[in-house]
């Protein structure tokens, strides 16, 4: 019976089990209490040495079990201890931060530059209506460059003869706004989302154009010229890169010219500032008197020149980004790998 026992409780392996081997061995109905229970029956020559023996037994089976149940109590708290142990040598887990885009980080480093020259930052609404996207850019209700911009108009009602919103087409609406507000003189820039019904490799439906002007007495394209090389050489940092005026035509500027920036192709890498290639990166060109009366400004006292170029383009040349439709598909992959860390 006590090697029974004594086996059984030391391979006890948890609290309960214990439980159960105290109650079958000295419990109530146990079979060392039935024991005791018969020493009443017996001889008392009998009984002289089975009390004491089962006396002893009862002590060595009851502290057995006590031994048994502290040291079960201790592995239980080990093993707690263990699971809970915490290693505070370990590096920190990094948060996942997000980038910046890339076209918000060029619209940053195109404002700053800009802001060095003394323009101060505009902005329009997106929504734009006709007069201000076109009319007042001197561009009429019939004129063939309304076709060339591939608009996006929100068709009112068939019996509503309110002329109808327009998803702005470019930030040149902004000069009028800018000068209604504020009147000459004047040096802003208007940077923003612009939307025409095109999809290509170059193009998307929505983009990002800046608008620059400056009104004063004796503004000239001299200025231009000298305002805009002033930027390419920040923007792209290279001192001295060459530029090209190329004569245009927009319906809001008089005399008009494109800009290209000096550039080559050396094993299929665009190279910027380098070799004799030009890439187009803005329109231009003095405003037009019609342009500044409609937006509140005397054409005999005050000239201006005015220019529109592509934030997502010069992005694209200044980081090297092929294909101008993934800055706008929200792939983390192409995010991270052209994002900017915040
Ligand atoms: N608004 C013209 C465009 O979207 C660019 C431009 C702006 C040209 C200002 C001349 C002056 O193409």
Not at 49 to 66: I, Q, R, Y
Not at 84 to 101: M, N, Q, Y
Not at 305 to 320: P, Q
Request: glycine letters at 8%; a negative charge.
């Amino acid at each position: 019976l006590r090697q029974k026992f004594l086996e059984a409780i030391s391979s006890a392996t948890n609290e309960a089990t214990l439980e159960d081997l105290r109650v079958s061995a000295v419990g109530k109905k146990g079979e060392i209490s039935l024991k005791m229970r018969e020493l009443g029956k017996m001889t008392p020559e009998e009984r002289q040495t089975a009390g004491p023996a089962l006396n002893a037994l009862k002590d060595e089976v009851n502290s057995a079990l006590a031994a048994k149940k502290e040291a079960l109590g201790d592995a239980a708290l080990d093993a707690r201890l263990k699971g809970e142990w915490l290693d505070v040598t370990l590096p920190a887990r990094g948060r996942p931060a997000g980038t910046i885009h890339p076209v918000s980080q060029v619209t940053e480093e195109v404002i700053a530059i800009f802001a060095d020259m003394g323009f101060a930052v505009a902005e329009g609404p997106q929504i734009e209506n006709d007069f201000y996207n076109f009319d007042a850019l001197n561009i009429p209700p019939h004129h063939p460059a309304r076709q060339e911009f591939d608009t996006f108009y929100m068709h009112r009602d068939a019996d509503d003869e309110r002329a109808p919103h327009v998803l702005r087409t470019h930030t040149s609406p902004v000069q009028i706004r800018e000068m209604e507000k504020t009147g000459a003189p004047i040096r802003v820039i208007a940077p923003g989302r612009v939307y025409r019904s095109d999809y290509d490799q170059t193009h998307t439906p929505m983009f990002h154009q800046i608008e620059g002007m400056a009104i004063g007495k004796d503004i000239s394209m001299a200025n231009l010229k000298w305002v805009l090389e002033e930027f390419f050489a920040a923007f792209f940092e290279i001192d001295g890169i060459k530029t090209r005026f190329r004569a245009s035509h927009f319906p809001f500027t008089e005399p008009s010219a494109e800009v290209d920036i000096q550039c080559s192709w050396v094993d299929g890498q665009l190279r910027i500032g380098e070799g004799d290639g030009w890439m187009e990166v803005l329109g231009s060109g003095m405003m037009h008197p019609k342009v500044l009366a409609a937006g509140g400004v005397d054409p005999e006292k005050y000239q201006g020149f005015a220019f529109g170029m592509g934030i997502d383009r010069i992005a694209m040349l200044k980081y090297g980004i092929p294909d101008l439709r993934a800055f706008f598909d929200s792939d983390l992959r192409w995010l991270r790998h052209y994002g900017f860390s915040a």
